[in-house]
């Protein structure tokens, strides 16, 4: 697909999230998240739910966790212009509770359809909820985040071969040091990604 046509149809996904009321969450949201970055990343990354900064600016990923990811990219030499962000829940649920299995359901066809439209080489998943949304639509076995973190899966799949890549939530770091080394240390799989990929 060429960047115009990937262009055409994420956009077309954006305004249809913005007017999305098929969970409940619409009722509570300020501004949808629906995600951002190069519409033709090799890396895209998920993570759960917009948080109350993302809420407010429509942005991925810009609070204290925001932070945090973007030290882990800068350690192996991304930035965010080069990936594309996005979380599993494109609403902000209130008070930040982790997200209802039927939030999950009603949103996860928005994912579905930028990670078809994207066709990133490799899905890195930020935490437990996408990191199980991800393992059970490629059919893995599941596994809890902390026996499989920091692994390079690969899966076959209808739109070719990609790497799955399960990390940590960044937010673990902002409570819990030892897992901001986990997570650098994780994110080392990406250095070797890139080198092999020089043209990325
Ligand atoms: S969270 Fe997803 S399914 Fe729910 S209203 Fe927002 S965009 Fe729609």
Same mark, same amino acid.
């Given at each position: 697909m060429s960047r115009e046509e990937k262009k055409t149809r994420i956009e077309k996904l954006r305004s249809e999230i913005a007017s999305c009321k098929r969970c409940s969450l619409h009722k509570t949201r300020t501004h949808t998240v629906?995600?951002?970055g190069d519409l033709n990343a090799k890396i895209m990354f998920i993570g759960e739910a917009p948080g109350k900064n993302e809420d407010l600016q429509g942005k991925p990923f810009i609070g204290r966790s925001g932070k945090v990811f973007d030290k882990l990219l800068e350690s192996v030499g *991304? #930035? @965010?212009n080069q990936i594309f962000l996005c979380n599993i829940l494109k609403c902000r649920?209130?008070?930040n509770r982790n997200p209802l299995a039927t939030e999950i359901h009603a949103? #996860? @066809?928005n994912l579905d359809i930028q990670i078809k439209v994207i066709d990133p080489q490799v899905i890195a998943t930020l935490g437990?909820?996408?990191t199980t949304y991800i393992f059970q639509k490629f059919n893995l076995a599941l596994e809890k985040i902390s026996a499989v973190h920091g692994q390079v899966i690969?899966?076959?799949t209808a739109f070719g071969h990609k790497k799955i890549v399960p990390l940590f939530h960044p937010a673990v770091a902002t409570y819990n040091n030892s897992k901001l080394n986990v997570l650098l240390n994780d994110f080392c799989v990406f250095k070797?990604? *890139?080198e092999k990929n020089?043209?990325?």
């Open positions: 629906p995600g951002e *991304l #930035t @965010r649920p209130p008070d949103c #996860t @066809r437990n909820f996408s690969g899966v076959d070797q990604f *890139l020089k043209s990325f």
